[in-house]
């Protein structure tokens, strides 16, 4: 089968089964699955688990305990053992090597230990990654590391250091990717493998799941009746892991992950799995076996703080979305994502000061019908305070398709907005209000500094394009087809506090 290139030509594998977005959706709850024994085995569970370091993480600085928790589609065990072949073939893997990381989840947890979100960032989430430019974020550590391993063993090295330090250029690049997308500093990290979901998922006697609809989708193997049941390892990895026939693709995905993760957190924090020696020891030893972490991690320490978290107080969401069907110039299928919209939402879970959201602001009116005014007489500037490249000049054409004269049009120098806002001199000016409705009901805002045929426009990541409008392509390669964009509709309020499994597609 022919391999999709990297954007530095590096092969990236094609195999339907080792690409599973959720290999491991439930590292989001390591910490919680800590807790349960933090005070048992503790000299046993410190000494074996598998360690990384040099990473370059943070301290805290930003309000709360940022931890990266990574699932990779890795053969081996967590200490670099192949896996077993009737391991492999439970799996249902393939034979290929990878080393994707299709499953990326930021867990947020305020300094006070109140709370924990986990916050899934999709696979396919279009972002800047270091040393390559912009890419789908789920290539960070595989392309990364695969071109310094070809790097290393061209310049001599063995094939065993080859892989340890290319494995750590990779980590490195997906960390800095992340704060490069989310703004804040990771302070741990944690990654485990496909071997891990089966085994923490069969240590707690498997994990109850609900589905709306029956489901038959041979490419995942996901086979399920409608209503709630009960998944264990191999099945559950199904469950999690289809992404064709869902209505949202990979966003549908995600949520299945979440749902499931709730679900096991609240087997985990149960009384039938924390007073039973037996469920504890298998617990123990998948984590033994599954994870690695940071050196610098403490996780029994961290464990015990939280110990009192409740179940109810661990969500699971997504980052915002601008669009779930983007698409690059050369045809490939994106997730694209406003960094700004990221960083405000990500910097409100540890109770920061959000940005000013210009929707409260009195001064503002939406007008809906088109003033009398002769268009050509009105000069716009347009600014694009979004990270969607491109943006400006595509509604900068629109307006002057439509007679509107141009003033200054590229990226905005001036006070940030959180949403896509219409500058004039005056609330009921008729040169803003005909420049709000051409671009599909635009707010107002007042400037006095604009004369009266003067406007300006400054767009953010929530700009829909009006039917029509120019089709451009942005410097960072992402598309406008002159189609508004796709936007991710919320998904349901998830926590493990819930009695029962949400019912999802």
């Given at each position: 089968?022919?391999?999709?290139?990297?954007?530095?030509?590096?092969?990236?594998?094609?195999?339907?089964?080792?690409?599973?977005?959720?290999?491991?959706?439930?590292?989001?709850?390591?910490?919680?699955?800590?807790?349960?024994?933090?005070?048992?085995?503790?000299?046993?569970?410190?000494?074996?688990?598998?360690?990384?370091?040099?990473?370059?993480?943070?301290?805290?600085?930003?309000?709360?305990?940022?931890?990266?928790?990574?699932?990779t589609d890795s053969r081996t065990d967590a200490h670099g053992n192949p896996l077993s072949q009737s391991e492999l073939a439970s799996l249902r893997a393939g034979e290929e090597i990878a080393s994707n990381t299709d499953t990326i989840i930021l867990v947020r947890v305020p300094n006070d230990g109140s709370s924990a979100t986990a916050i899934s960032i999709p696979r396919d989430a279009y972002v800047d990654v270091p040393g390559i430019g912009k890419s789908k974020i789920n290539a960070a550590y595989g392309a990364t590391?695969?071109?310094?391993?070809?790097?290393?063993?061209?310049?001599?090295?063995?094939?065993?250091?080859?892989?340890?330090?290319s494995s750590q250029a990779g980590r490195e690049a997906l960390i800095q990717s992340v704060t490069n997308?989310?703004?804040?500093?990771?302070?741990?990290?944690?990654?485990?493998?496909?071997l891990g979901f089966v085994l923490l998922t069969d240590a707690v006697g498997g994990v109850d799941v609900c589905l709306n609809a029956p489901v038959n989708e041979p490419l995942s193997g996901a086979k399920f009746p409608a209503g709630e049941q009960t998944l264990s390892g191999p099945n559950a990895l199904s469950f999690v892991r289809q992404r064709h026939n869902l209505p949202r693709g990979d966003l549908d995905?995600?949520?299945?992950?979440?749902?499931?993760?709730?679900?096991?957190?609240?087997?985990?924090?149960?009384?039938?799995?924390?007073?039973?020696?037996?469920?504890?020891?298998?617990l123990t030893a998948a984590v033994k076996r599954s994870v690695v972490l940071d050196s610098d991690w403490d996780i029994i320490e961290f464990a015990t703080q939280l110990q009192d978290l409740a179940g109810g107080k661990v969500r699971f969401?997504?980052?915002?979305?601008?669009?779930?069907?983007?698409?690059?110039?050369?045809?490939?299928?994106?997730?694209?994502?406003?960094?700004?919209?990221?960083?405000?939402?990500?910097?409100?879970?540890?109770?920061?000061?959000p940005v000013e959201d210009d929707s409260s602001s009195a001064?503002?009116?939406?007008?809906?019908?088109?003033?009398?005014?002769?268009?050509?007489?009105?000069?716009?500037?347009?600014?694009?305070?979004?990270?969607?490249?491109?943006?400006?000049?595509?509604?900068?054409?629109?307006?002057?398709?439509?007679g509107f004269g141009l003033g200054e049009v590229g990226n905005n120098t001036g006070k940030s907005v959180s949403r896509s806002t219409v500058f004039a001199n005056k609330s009921d000016s008729k040169a803003g209000q005909a420049v709000s409705v051409t671009l599909g009901g635009l707010p107002?805002?007042?400037?006095?500094?604009?004369?009266?045929?003067?406007?300006?426009?400054?767009?953010?990541?929530?700009?829909?394009?009006?039917?029509?409008?120019?089709?451009?392509?942005?410097?960072?390669g992402v598309s406008s087809s002159g189609t508004s964009p796709t936007p991710a509709e919320p998904g349901p309020a998830i926590d493990a506090g819930n009695k029962g499994p949400h019912c999802v597609n």
């Open positions: 089968m022919p391999q999709e290139p990297t954007a530095r030509g590096v092969p990236r594998p094609q195999n339907p089964f080792s690409r599973i977005q959720i290999a491991i959706a439930i590292i989001a709850v390591i910490v919680l699955v800590v807790t349960g024994f933090a005070w048992r085995s503790v000299d046993s569970l410190r000494s074996s688990l598998a360690t990384i370091s040099g990473l370059g993480l943070g301290g805290t600085k930003d309000g709360a305990v940022d931890i990266l928790l990574v699932g590391k695969e071109a310094e391993r070809q790097k290393l063993i061209e310049d001599g090295e063995s094939e065993k250091t080859a892989e340890k330090d997308l989310t703004g804040i500093t990771v302070d741990h990290y944690a990654e485990i493998g496909l995905r995600i949520v299945r992950q979440q749902v499931f993760m709730a679900s096991l957190v609240r087997e985990v924090l149960s009384a039938k799995t924390l007073t039973n020696p037996g469920k504890l020891s298998q969401e997504t980052i915002p979305v601008v669009d779930i069907n983007g698409m690059t110039d050369y045809g490939e299928s994106i997730v694209q994502v406003d960094p700004k919209a990221v960083r405000k939402y990500v910097a409100g879970l540890a109770g920061q000061e001064s503002s009116t939406t007008p809906t019908t088109m003033p009398d005014i002769d268009v050509s007489s009105v000069t716009v500037d347009v600014a694009n305070d979004s990270s969607i490249s491109g943006l400006a000049s595509t509604v900068a054409a629109t307006l002057e398709n439509e107002i805002e007042t400037d006095s500094s604009l004369s009266s045929g003067e406007v300006r426009v400054v767009l953010a990541g929530d700009y829909k394009s009006p039917t029509g409008s120019s089709t451009s392509t942005g410097s960072d």
